[in-house]
Protein backbone atom coordinates (compact mmCIF):
# COMPACT_ATOMS: atom_id res chain seq x y z
CA UNK A 1 0.00 0.00 0.00
CA UNK A 2 2.61 2.26 0.96
CA UNK A 3 4.37 2.03 -2.50
CA UNK A 4 1.12 2.77 -4.44
CA UNK A 5 0.55 5.17 -2.57
CA UNK A 6 3.68 6.70 -3.03
CA UNK A 7 3.36 5.98 -7.02
CA UNK A 8 -0.21 8.09 -7.01
CA UNK A 9 1.49 10.78 -5.70
CA UNK A 10 4.44 10.85 -8.21
CA UNK A 11 1.62 10.31 -10.68
CA UNK A 12 0.19 13.54 -9.62
CA UNK A 13 2.99 15.55 -8.87
CA UNK A 14 3.68 14.89 -12.65
CA UNK A 15 0.42 15.61 -13.80
CA UNK A 16 0.10 18.94 -11.79
CA UNK A 17 3.77 19.93 -13.31
CA UNK A 18 2.80 18.92 -16.33
CA UNK A 19 -0.04 21.28 -16.63
CA UNK A 20 1.89 24.14 -14.81
CA UNK A 21 4.72 23.67 -17.80
CA UNK A 22 1.90 23.66 -20.57
CA UNK A 23 -0.39 26.66 -18.81
CA UNK A 24 3.00 28.85 -18.57
CA UNK A 25 3.75 28.42 -22.20
CA UNK A 26 0.18 29.53 -23.13
CA UNK A 27 0.38 32.33 -21.03
CA UNK A 28 3.94 33.02 -22.54
CA UNK A 29 2.03 32.19 -26.30
CA UNK A 30 -0.67 34.35 -25.65
CA UNK A 31 1.24 37.81 -24.36
CA UNK A 32 2.99 37.56 -27.56
CA UNK A 33 0.04 37.48 -29.44
CA UNK A 34 -1.41 40.18 -27.00
CA UNK A 35 1.48 42.23 -27.93
CA UNK A 36 0.81 41.27 -32.51
CA UNK A 37 -2.59 41.71 -32.17
CA UNK A 38 -2.69 45.54 -30.60
CA UNK A 39 -0.40 46.61 -34.12
CA UNK A 40 -3.88 45.46 -36.27
CA UNK A 41 -5.53 48.64 -37.50
CA UNK A 42 -9.62 48.24 -37.55
CA UNK A 43 -10.92 48.40 -41.18
CA UNK A 44 -13.93 51.26 -41.91
CA UNK A 45 -15.11 52.44 -45.18
CA UNK A 46 -17.57 55.16 -45.98
CA UNK A 47 -19.40 53.49 -49.79
CA UNK A 48 -22.17 55.10 -51.38
CA UNK A 49 -25.22 56.93 -49.59
CA UNK A 50 -27.51 54.69 -50.65
CA UNK A 51 -26.20 51.10 -49.78
CA UNK A 52 -26.43 49.22 -46.92
CA UNK A 53 -24.73 50.25 -43.39
CA UNK A 54 -23.00 47.46 -41.59
CA UNK A 55 -21.52 48.01 -37.67
CA UNK A 56 -18.96 45.38 -36.70
CA UNK A 57 -18.30 45.22 -33.32
CA UNK A 58 -16.26 42.65 -30.83
CA UNK A 59 -12.65 41.80 -30.12
CA UNK A 60 -9.35 41.65 -32.04
CA UNK A 61 -10.82 39.03 -34.65
CA UNK A 62 -13.47 42.21 -35.56
CA UNK A 63 -10.76 45.14 -35.64
CA UNK A 64 -8.28 42.28 -37.92
CA UNK A 65 -5.55 41.06 -35.44
CA UNK A 66 -3.77 37.71 -37.95
CA UNK A 67 -4.50 39.23 -40.68
CA UNK A 68 -1.62 41.58 -43.37
CA UNK A 69 -3.44 44.65 -44.09
CA UNK A 70 -6.96 46.09 -42.67
CA UNK A 71 -7.83 45.20 -46.07
CA UNK A 72 -7.61 41.20 -45.56
CA UNK A 73 -9.66 41.15 -42.40
CA UNK A 74 -13.57 39.54 -42.77
CA UNK A 75 -14.53 43.27 -42.16
CA UNK A 76 -12.53 44.38 -45.12
CA UNK A 77 -13.03 40.92 -47.39
CA UNK A 78 -17.19 41.93 -46.84
CA UNK A 79 -16.30 45.18 -48.18
CA UNK A 80 -14.55 44.07 -51.17
CA UNK A 81 -17.15 41.56 -51.63
CA UNK A 82 -20.22 44.70 -51.66
CA UNK A 83 -18.22 47.68 -52.90
CA UNK A 84 -21.72 49.97 -52.03
CA UNK A 85 -20.97 49.03 -48.05
CA UNK A 86 -20.04 51.47 -45.31
CA UNK A 87 -18.70 49.59 -42.39
CA UNK A 88 -18.36 51.43 -38.84
CA UNK A 89 -15.71 49.42 -37.29
CA UNK A 90 -16.10 49.67 -33.65
CA UNK A 91 -14.46 46.58 -32.54
CA UNK A 92 -11.33 46.39 -29.97
CA UNK A 93 -8.45 44.25 -29.10
CA UNK A 94 -8.87 42.44 -25.83
CA UNK A 95 -12.71 42.96 -25.63
CA UNK A 96 -15.02 40.22 -24.00
CA UNK A 97 -18.76 40.13 -23.88
CA UNK A 98 -19.39 42.25 -21.18
CA UNK A 99 -17.13 45.30 -23.24
CA UNK A 100 -19.52 44.76 -26.28
CA UNK A 101 -22.07 47.18 -25.00
CA UNK A 102 -20.07 50.30 -25.06
CA UNK A 103 -19.59 50.08 -28.76
CA UNK A 104 -23.52 49.38 -29.56
CA UNK A 105 -23.74 53.00 -27.94
CA UNK A 106 -25.39 55.56 -30.06
CA UNK A 107 -28.66 56.11 -32.30
CA UNK A 108 -26.62 56.08 -35.74
CA UNK A 109 -28.82 53.92 -38.10
CA UNK A 110 -27.30 51.00 -39.03
CA UNK A 111 -28.87 47.68 -41.86
CA UNK A 112 -27.07 45.12 -40.20
CA UNK A 113 -24.11 44.44 -36.65
CA UNK A 114 -21.94 42.07 -36.94
CA UNK A 115 -20.66 40.40 -33.69
CA UNK A 116 -17.01 38.57 -33.80
CA UNK A 117 -16.24 37.77 -29.75
CA UNK A 118 -16.47 35.27 -27.71
CA UNK A 119 -12.33 33.96 -27.61
CA UNK A 120 -11.58 36.55 -24.68
CA UNK A 121 -14.21 35.22 -22.38
CA UNK A 122 -13.04 31.64 -23.60
CA UNK A 123 -9.38 32.15 -22.46
CA UNK A 124 -9.87 34.35 -19.39
CA UNK A 125 -12.10 31.38 -18.09
CA UNK A 126 -15.67 33.89 -17.37
CA UNK A 127 -18.31 32.10 -15.58
CA UNK A 128 -20.42 30.87 -17.96
CA UNK A 129 -23.87 32.38 -16.60
CA UNK A 130 -21.99 35.87 -16.53
CA UNK A 131 -21.35 34.83 -19.94
CA UNK A 132 -25.04 34.09 -20.95
CA UNK A 133 -26.37 37.62 -19.64
CA UNK A 134 -23.52 39.21 -21.45
CA UNK A 135 -24.12 37.95 -24.47
CA UNK A 136 -28.23 38.45 -24.03
CA UNK A 137 -27.81 41.88 -23.25
CA UNK A 138 -25.75 42.50 -26.50
CA UNK A 139 -28.07 40.27 -28.91
CA UNK A 140 -31.29 42.69 -27.00
CA UNK A 141 -29.41 46.19 -27.66
CA UNK A 142 -27.83 45.25 -31.26
CA UNK A 143 -31.46 44.08 -31.88
CA UNK A 144 -32.33 47.84 -31.26
CA UNK A 145 -29.84 49.20 -33.96
CA UNK A 146 -30.38 47.22 -36.55
CA UNK A 147 -32.89 44.56 -37.55
CA UNK A 148 -30.26 42.19 -39.28
CA UNK A 149 -27.77 40.95 -36.13
CA UNK A 150 -25.18 38.21 -37.18
CA UNK A 151 -23.54 36.59 -34.62
CA UNK A 152 -19.77 34.79 -35.27
CA UNK A 153 -18.18 33.47 -32.48
CA UNK A 154 -14.47 31.98 -32.75
CA UNK A 155 -14.40 27.98 -33.55
CA UNK A 156 -12.20 25.96 -31.57
CA UNK A 157 -9.97 27.67 -29.40
CA UNK A 158 -8.36 23.94 -27.98
CA UNK A 159 -7.08 23.53 -31.74
CA UNK A 160 -4.86 26.54 -31.25
CA UNK A 161 -1.04 26.21 -30.62
CA UNK A 162 -0.40 27.65 -27.78
CA UNK A 163 -2.80 25.48 -25.97
CA UNK A 164 -1.25 22.02 -25.04
CA UNK A 165 -2.65 19.18 -23.39
CA UNK A 166 -4.63 19.33 -20.83
CA UNK A 167 -5.14 22.84 -21.41
CA UNK A 168 -6.25 22.19 -24.95
CA UNK A 169 -9.29 19.91 -23.82
CA UNK A 170 -10.60 22.65 -21.17
CA UNK A 171 -10.48 25.34 -24.26
CA UNK A 172 -11.94 23.08 -26.44
CA UNK A 173 -15.03 22.54 -24.13
CA UNK A 174 -15.71 26.67 -23.23
CA UNK A 175 -15.28 26.87 -27.00
CA UNK A 176 -18.19 24.86 -27.63
CA UNK A 177 -20.28 25.98 -24.47
CA UNK A 178 -19.15 29.58 -26.13
CA UNK A 179 -20.64 28.58 -29.16
CA UNK A 180 -24.03 26.42 -27.86
CA UNK A 181 -24.46 29.61 -25.74
CA UNK A 182 -24.32 32.02 -28.49
CA UNK A 183 -26.55 30.26 -30.76
CA UNK A 184 -29.41 29.56 -28.02
CA UNK A 185 -29.12 33.65 -26.91
CA UNK A 186 -29.39 34.26 -30.94
CA UNK A 187 -32.45 32.23 -31.86
CA UNK A 188 -34.33 32.99 -29.21
CA UNK A 189 -33.51 37.55 -30.17
CA UNK A 190 -34.43 37.29 -33.75
CA UNK A 191 -30.17 37.08 -34.68
CA UNK A 192 -28.48 34.79 -36.87
CA UNK A 193 -25.40 33.03 -35.56
CA UNK A 194 -22.34 31.90 -37.51
CA UNK A 195 -20.91 28.51 -36.14
CA UNK A 196 -17.12 27.84 -36.71
CA UNK A 197 -16.87 25.39 -34.02
CA UNK A 198 -15.55 21.65 -35.28
CA UNK A 199 -13.66 18.89 -33.51
CA UNK A 200 -9.79 18.72 -33.98
CA UNK A 201 -10.50 15.67 -36.55
CA UNK A 202 -12.38 18.19 -39.25
CA UNK A 203 -11.06 22.08 -38.10
CA UNK A 204 -9.02 23.07 -40.94
CA UNK A 205 -8.11 25.62 -38.46
CA UNK A 206 -6.02 22.19 -36.72
CA UNK A 207 -5.72 20.18 -39.66
CA UNK A 208 -3.75 22.96 -41.22
CA UNK A 209 -2.60 25.41 -38.67
CA UNK A 210 0.64 26.95 -40.45
CA UNK A 211 -1.29 28.71 -42.82
CA UNK A 212 -4.83 29.06 -41.39
CA UNK A 213 -2.84 30.62 -38.19
CA UNK A 214 -1.27 33.96 -38.30
CA UNK A 215 1.94 34.12 -36.70
CA UNK A 216 0.71 34.19 -33.13
CA UNK A 217 -0.56 31.04 -33.66
CA UNK A 218 -3.98 32.05 -32.09
CA UNK A 219 -5.91 34.70 -34.50
CA UNK A 220 -6.84 33.84 -38.39
CA UNK A 221 -4.42 34.64 -41.21
CA UNK A 222 -5.34 36.08 -44.40
CA UNK A 223 -6.16 32.60 -45.55
CA UNK A 224 -8.00 31.71 -41.72
CA UNK A 225 -10.17 35.17 -42.25
CA UNK A 226 -11.27 33.93 -45.93
CA UNK A 227 -12.74 31.15 -44.59
CA UNK A 228 -14.43 32.81 -42.16
CA UNK A 229 -16.35 34.54 -45.17
CA UNK A 230 -16.72 31.87 -46.97
CA UNK A 231 -18.69 30.37 -43.67
CA UNK A 232 -20.65 33.44 -42.95
CA UNK A 233 -22.06 33.54 -46.63
CA UNK A 234 -22.74 29.98 -47.08
CA UNK A 235 -24.42 29.86 -43.45
CA UNK A 236 -26.02 33.16 -43.25
CA UNK A 237 -25.86 34.66 -47.29
CA UNK A 238 -24.95 37.66 -45.18
CA UNK A 239 -23.46 39.53 -48.62
CA UNK A 240 -26.73 38.74 -50.45
CA UNK A 241 -28.57 40.24 -47.43
CA UNK A 242 -27.07 43.56 -47.15
CA UNK A 243 -27.35 43.85 -51.43
CA UNK A 244 -30.63 43.44 -51.41
CA UNK A 245 -31.25 46.10 -48.33
CA UNK A 246 -29.37 48.43 -50.93
CA UNK A 247 -31.27 47.64 -53.79
CA UNK A 248 -34.45 48.21 -50.98
CA UNK A 249 -33.22 51.66 -49.96
CA UNK A 250 -32.40 53.09 -53.46
CA UNK A 251 -35.71 52.20 -54.74
CA UNK A 252 -37.37 53.64 -52.01
CA UNK A 253 -34.83 57.02 -52.33
CA UNK A 254 -36.05 57.05 -56.13
CA UNK A 255 -39.51 57.27 -55.41
CA UNK A 256 -38.87 61.35 -53.49
Same mark, same amino acid.
Given at each position: *?????? &? ?22 ? &?? =? ?17 ? =? ?33 ? !? ?25 ? %? ?6 ? /? ?24 ? %? !? /?? *? ?10 ? %? ?6 ? &? ?8 ? /??? !? ?5 ? %? ?18 ? *? ?22 ? !? ?20
Amino acid at each position: *MKRAHI &AALTGLSLLVGLAAGTAGYAALRL &AR =SAKLAGRSHSYDRVAEAQG =SRLLVIGDGTGSGAGASAPERSLPGLLSRANPALT !VVNRAQHGACFGDLLSQLDGDEPFDAV %LVLGGGND /VIRMRPLGDLRHAVEQVAQRARVRAD %L !V /VF *MPPGNLGNARPF %LPPWDWWM &AWRSRRLNAI /VSE !VARANGA %LCVSLYQTREDDPFARHSGR *MHSKDALHPSDAGYELWQRELETQ !VQLSARLRKIGRTAAWRGADF
